[in-house]
């Protein structure tokens, strides 16, 4: 097989190229290791601009779609860890879930991982337009909110039913305004596994509650090892 010269003067043309940046970055830094550290903290700060990517959205959306949502509503800040209660758990040496002979062993770094995490994104605050068809609620105002958007339906249902209009009555009799809180995910394991908080409301006394590792399963998401969960 042969290889033109162009092709060789390219590939020699890109080591210099490397060799060149490496000697910059090392006479500002001083050694490999700094450059390292450099260049993967260069990386961090690109992957922050972004608040949520493919891998969270997709996580979100399996625990979102049940819920038939026209449009996503969405609470304006994460839902904090209780630190406290979630650390103990974690500190365990094997967590198992109750409903099957699964369980997840979690390495040291994988731990001191996940604690900073929860630490630094425990007020985090979301952007609007999270989702493609979403709308951003105020987390002061989301009852409220809830409020007006579900008697509205009811109203429509009453109306529907009050004029025998049954196409009308059909389309509103399961329909509800859910608002979402959700945590920032954590991923770990090559973004193969994933703790996450999720909160659905449909009122203050109407709701669902998970907190637990995800993980994916042939490309897509599934609970995993709950830690918490509710209905009310």
Known sequence: MKTSHKGIYRYLSNIKLQNVIYSKLSDICGDLKQVILILSLLICSYNSFSQIDKNGADLLMTLISPYKQETIAYVDSAVPYDTTSLFKRINQDTLFNPNNIEYLVLTSEEKVLIKSEVIRNNNYCWDAGLFDISLMVKKDSMWDFLKGQNTLIFESLHKAITNSDSISINNYKDKYVWVFLFSKPIFFRNES????????????????????????NKGKWEGWIGLSSGDW
Not at 194 to 216: D, N
């Open 193 to 216: 596994v994933c703790l996450l908080s999720f909160y659905a409301f449909m009122a203050p006394s109407a709701g669902h509650h998970e907190m637990g590792f995800y993980k994916k």
